[in-house]
């Protein structure tokens, strides 16, 4: 039961409002059920479903509701509110993180934090990029650079004879593409991923231990769970690309990796980014998922024989709780 009793918004994508029902490929879905079951009330939203009127935020929005075991909202009755009706705003529409992005994160400066808490604070997610500001953390990222000059990118990959390149505002393996010194197309790929020199890319050191997949760990304020997931590189890439069982191992995370881990939540939670997914290999860091993270519930369960979903509720609902000042600062 919900002892709270609070209303939750949930701005979630344009494609999955499209297929909101059964969808338990994606995070939201559980989270959303998961409140649901407990009583809480759940609206949906998306970015363009977000305004201001003068300077008070308010949302177009849906409310979920629960059928036989399953999600659904009331598409016929679409309801407008101050977004400070809501107790809690889950933020997670996927990237791109593009003009539209940033301007639906602007909304948020009208927001009053102190009534409404934000997960993640879409004003922190406009000063943290996924890729470029995992530099916060040197010590646990691979070499790498972000320009738009094709000779640098150039001089880097012969350096290190094998490297990733990738845009900074992309998410699911988009436009991300390996390079190495006998690559015969590096001059178009920097010239498309650049735009012929006018946009900042990264370039990552390959990381030789990714060819085996890439770990997801998974954190919750300042809590990093030891449910692990494995994802690996699709038949015909070298990377992560097919949401598909297949592609998922069981997997174990280190010590090192959790304290690396924590060290990392520590800085996110002090910054409002309260959920986060770190993808890692070969003890490095290859990005930081702060805009809608996935948590892979459904591979976990499967993998674990466990409801992960049951775990990661009662770790956001002493977050919630702890953000309200109802437990000590100790919990998470």
């Known amino acids: 039961m919900n002892s709270l009793q609070q209303t939750i918004l949930f701005v979630i994508d344009d494609l999955e409002l499209k297929y909101f029902e059964f969808n338990d490929l994606v995070t939201n879905f559980w989270l959303i059920k998961e409140f649901l079951q407990r009583d809480f009330e759940v609206f949906i939203t998306v970015k363009s479903s977000l305004m201001t009127e003068g300077n008070i935020a308010y949302t177009?929005?849906?409310?979920?509701?629960?059928?036989?075991?399953?999600?659904?909202?009331?598409?016929?009755?679409?309801?407008?509110?101050?977004?400070n009706h809501f107790d809690i705003v889950f933020f997670r529409p996927d990237p791109p993180v593009d003009i539209d992005y940033i301007n639906a994160c602007s909304v948020f400066d009208y927001v009053d934090t102190e009534r409404t808490i934000l997960i993640n604070n879409p004003v922190a997610i406009k000063n943290f990029n996924e890729k470029f500001h995992l530099n916060y953390f040197p010590e646990f990222a691979p070499e790498n650079i972000v320009t738009a000059n094709s000779d640098e990118i150039k001089n880097f990959v012969r350096e290190h004879k094998k490297a990733i390149i990738k845009p900074l505002n992309q998410c699911f393996g988009g436009g991300v593409?390996?390079?190495?010194?006998?690559?015969?197309?590096?001059?178009?790929?920097?010239?498309?991923l650049t735009n012929n020199g006018k946009t900042m890319v990264m370039v990552q050191k390959y990381l030789e231990g990714a060819s085996g997949g890439d770990k997801r760990i998974l954190i919750v304020g300042e809590y990093v769970f030891d449910e692990c997931i494995k994802k690996l590189p699709g038949k015909d890439d070298f990377k992560f690309s097919v949401h598909s069982d297949k592609y998922f191992e069981t997997s174990k995370l280190t010590l090192e990796e959790k304290e690396m881990a924590q060290k990392v939540a520590k800085h996110l939670n002090a910054v409002e980014l309260y959920m986060a997914g770190l993808d890692v290999a070969d003890g490095k860091i290859m990005e930081i998922n702060v805009t809608s993270p996935c948590y892979f519930i459904r591979e976990i369960n499967a993998h674990n024989n466990e409801r992960f979903q049951d775990i990661l509720m009662d770790k956001l609902i002493e977050l919630i709780e702890l953000k309200q000042g109802k437990l000590p600062a100790s919990i998470c």
């Open 177 to 192: 593409y390996y390079l190495d010194t006998e690559e015969r197309n590096i001059n178009a790929i920097i010239k498309n």
């Open 60 to 83: 177009n929005c849906f409310e979920a509701y629960l059928k036989d075991g399953n999600i659904f909202y009331k598409k016929d009755e679409p309801k407008k509110y101050i977004i």
